[in-house]
């Protein structure tokens, strides 16, 4: 057995030890930690045969410590005390408290993440929140990240992911430009339009629609083309063509009649949909603080 061993072996006679000392006597004691005082006996006796001393001077009618047994007592009764204020760290972690960090992809975070910022952090006052604005995948573990959100139709491995809300792409466009070019029918009329697109990669321009088992691809274009969501949606509120945009980036200009639908029929499908998941490491014991976190964009993003 090895010397850690052993001093891991000494700890719950000490414990007792220390109860007894508080309590008077070994029947008192056993009261106490609800056990027989035969056990409470056999832990001091085994505790004094480990550190070979004689803790206390037992007679019929009386226990005191020996003047070893002073010596052991204090050092008992520190690691209590050690015990119980490890036991205030666990209770005041057990509080929803401290800092989260959280990255989110930039439109997302700015359209849907911040309006719930505000009520979260008044439910609560303990929790600081650092959001993260990237359209990078972020590494959680690299990065010390607690917690990530990825626009994806495959989470990486080896993390929890939890689906927030399905991100489905739709064409919209001003009302004012429809009225100006017309509204297309089908999906081969986008060819006739000025179209708003990512041009990120060469085949961003060719749209694929389909409806049921139809399919159609389309080679669109157009004089304005951005790799932004909010950059696309400003263009189309500006009247400059028909726009592929994020549901979420486009929901309140269609709330309030700014933008309308096109070809809502449709699913317009492209590498860009999927879902937005929360990712964050597997941790069996999961700090409370991010427990509500998730909880809560669960509960407000799930439809």
């Known amino acids: 057995m090895s010397i850690n061993d052993r001093l891991?072996?000494?700890?719950?006679?000490?414990?007792?030890?220390?109860?007894?000392?508080?309590?008077?006597?070994?029947?008192?004691?056993?009261r106490a930690l609800n056990c027989m005082p035969s056990a409470v006996s056999r832990q001091i006796s085994s505790l004094e045969a480990s550190l070979k001393l004689q803790l206390f001077v037992r007679t019929t009618r009386s226990l005191r410590l020996s003047e070893a047994g002073q010596t052991v007592a204090q050092y008992a009764?520190?690691?209590?005390?050690?015990?119980?204020?490890?036991?205030?760290?666990?209770?005041?972690?057990?509080?929803?408290?401290?800092?989260?960090?959280?990255?989110?992809?930039?439109?997302?975070?700015k359209q849907v993440i911040q309006p719930l910022v505000g009520p979260f952090l008044r439910l609560?006052?303990?929790?600081?929140?650092?959001?993260?604005?990237?359209?990078?995948?972020?590494?959680?573990?690299?990065?010390?990240?607690?917690l990530g959100i990825r626009i994806t139709d495959q989470p990486p491995p080896g993390l929890v992911a939890k689906a927030l809300m399905a991100i489905d792409q739709i064409l919209v466009a001003s009302p004012a430009y429809l009225a100006?070019?017309?509204?297309?029918?089908?999906?081969?009329?986008?060819?006739?339009?000025?179209?708003?697109?990512?041009?990120?990669?060469?085949?961003?321009?060719?749209?694929?629609?389909?409806?049921?088992?139809?399919?159609q691809s389309v080679l669109v274009r157009g004089r304005y083309i951005a790799n932004n969501t909010e950059?696309?949606?400003?263009?189309?509120?500006?009247?400059?063509?028909?726009?592929?945009l994020p549901l979420f980036t486009a929901q309140t200009a269609l709330a309030e009649g700014r933008l309308q639908r096109v070809l809502a029929d449709w699913q317009l499908l492209t590498a860009y949909r999927g879902s937005a998941y929360l990712l964050y490491p597997p941790n069996r014991y999961l700090a409370p603080k991010l427990r509500v976190l998730i909880d809560y964009l669960e509960s407000q993003l799930r439809g």
């Not at 209590?80 to 401290?98: D, I």
Request: proline content about 5%; aromatic content about 4%.
């Open 8 to 30: 891991i072996n000494l700890l719950p006679g000490l414990a007792v030890m220390v109860k007894v000392i508080e309590t008077g006597s070994f029947s008192a004691a056993a």
């Open 124 to 146: 609560y006052p303990e929790i600081n929140l650092q959001l993260l604005v990237t359209d990078r995948p972020t590494d959680l573990l690299q990065e010390d990240i607690d």
């Open 231 to 244: 950059m696309r949606l400003a263009a189309a509120l500006d009247d400059w063509g028909i726009a592929s």
């Open 180 to 215: 100006l070019r017309g509204t297309p029918d089908s999906p081969q009329e986008l060819s006739g339009h000025d179209c708003i697109y990512l041009g990120e990669h060469a085949n961003d321009n060719r749209w694929v629609l389909q409806q049921g088992g139809d399919s």
């Open 77 to 109: 009764q520190d690691m209590l005390a050690a015990a119980r204020s490890a036991s205030t760290v666990s209770a005041l972690s057990a509080q929803p408290q401290g800092l989260i960090r959280l990255s989110a992809p930039k439109a997302y975070a």
